[in-house]
């Protein structure tokens, strides 16, 4: 899950050639074709999605793009507790409604996301002001009324969001876990989300999963373990903001030792951006390398996706569904106008990862 819109801090293909490069099946970059790219919701198999703000919505190019390319969209951001909850536990699920209803009125499916996230509510839900049996009544009256309220409509919800600690180390502290227990505030929140919709998908959402094995090992044992508490897990997100340096073999590795557990897999954030967080060095990556990379790892997760078995194929989505729209572009996220980490390029045209997934998808 990565940062908020702007209001807040927060079988004919792609007409380009790619020449393929030694076993890492890596590309050389080609400009995008002129026409637009064929319709990703039919080549994918399973639905495939983008997340949406209300700010897109307002965009007729963006609608456009949607209806021709998706056929599931994720709330960026209007469904997330700094959005939906105010002081004094004060709920407002007005963009929320409007994002629902415009996938309703065009015939997509929506997958919530997300309810309880470590980084959120801890001004309202503060564990050390607020009584220890408030802050469970509210806890569940919060979930039980935000799910609840789409009863029947949702697809899925991303129940917990990111509980792992970020180099794989055990799990996060948080206002949720020091007022209800570290397994207990999910096991609760689950519990509270299937009794408000039995027939959603509830989904463990994460990220840093393919890139870094000890996280998908911790994950993949905390899904195993909440399972045995009895939590009604029914699906594992991996978010995939997928770093595209990391060793080829190491996406397909995680995909297999999740669907090992038998639950649908949602590919549920997909990016991958061409420039490196941090500092350090200088990068002398070449434009045509850094693209190289990016279709070898999309790629190798395309292809790890398809070889999953039909039922545990949730949905592919994509963080953003053209360039322009990513959250890596904007002001109040990374603030990178140059950056092309998603499928399509701002017009709609076929990006050189595109192809990778076509290729996987269709062979």
């Known amino acids: 899950m990565r940062a908020d819109p702007p209001r807040l801090n927060r079988r004919a293909l792609l007409a380009a050639p790619i020449a393929l490069a030694a076993c890492d099946r890596l590309a050389v970059a080609q400009p995008a074709s002129g026409a637009p790219a064929p ?109 609840g309220r789409y009863r029947g409509r949702m697809a899925g919800w991303d129940v917990v969001n990111e509980p792992v600690a970020e180099d794989g180390d055990g799990l996060r502290d948080c206002h949720w876990s020091r007022a209800l227990g570290m397994d207990g505030y999910m096991v609760r929140a689950f519990e509270q989300a299937k009794l408000a919709d039995p027939e959603a998908t509830l989904f463990l959402n994460e990220y840093n999963l393919e890139n870094i094995p000890r996280k998908g090992a911790t994950f993949l044992r905390l899904v195993e373990r909440l399972l045995e508490l009895g939590a009604p897990i029914g699906g594992i997100g991996t978010q995939s903001h997928l770093n595209i340096e990391i060793p080829a073999g190491r996406i397909t590795a995680f995909m297999r030792d999740a669907a090992s557990l038998g639950l649908p897999i949602h590919v549920s954030e997909l990016d991958f951006p061409m420039q490196r967080d941090g500092g350090g060095l200088p990068d002398l990556r070449s434009t045509a390398e850094r693209r190289a990379q990016q279709v070898a790892r999309v790629g190798e997760l395309a292809e790890a996706f398809m070889a999953l078995p039909e039922r545990q194929r949730y949905a592919f989505t994509t963080w953003g569904l053209r360039d322009s729209d990513s959250w890596l572009t904007r002001a109040e996220g990374k603030n990178r106008p140059d950056e092309s980490a998603l499928l399509l390029d701002a017009r709609g045209r076929a990006n050189p990862a595109y192809q990778a997934v076509a290729d996987a998808f269709t062979r």
Not at 97 to 109: C, E, H, K, Q, S
Not at 113 to 124: E, F, P
């Open 39 to 147: 319709p990703l919701k039919d080549i994918v198999p399973a639905p495939f999605g983008a997340a949406a703000t209300t700010w897109h919505l307002n965009q007729p190019d963006w609608v456009e793009q949607i209806l021709r390319h998706c056929a599931q969209l994720t709330p960026e951001w209007e469904q997330k507790m700094e959005r939906t909850l105010g002081p004094g536990f004060v709920y407002d699920f007005g963009p929320s409604d409007r994002v629902v209803a415009f996938a309703r009125d065009n015939g997509l499916r929506v997958h919530g996301h997300t309810l309880i996230w470590y980084s959120q509510g801890a001004d309202v839900f503060d564990d050390a002001t607020v009584p220890r049996d408030r802050f469970a009544v509210e806890y569940d009256r919060y979930i039980s009324t935000f799910v």
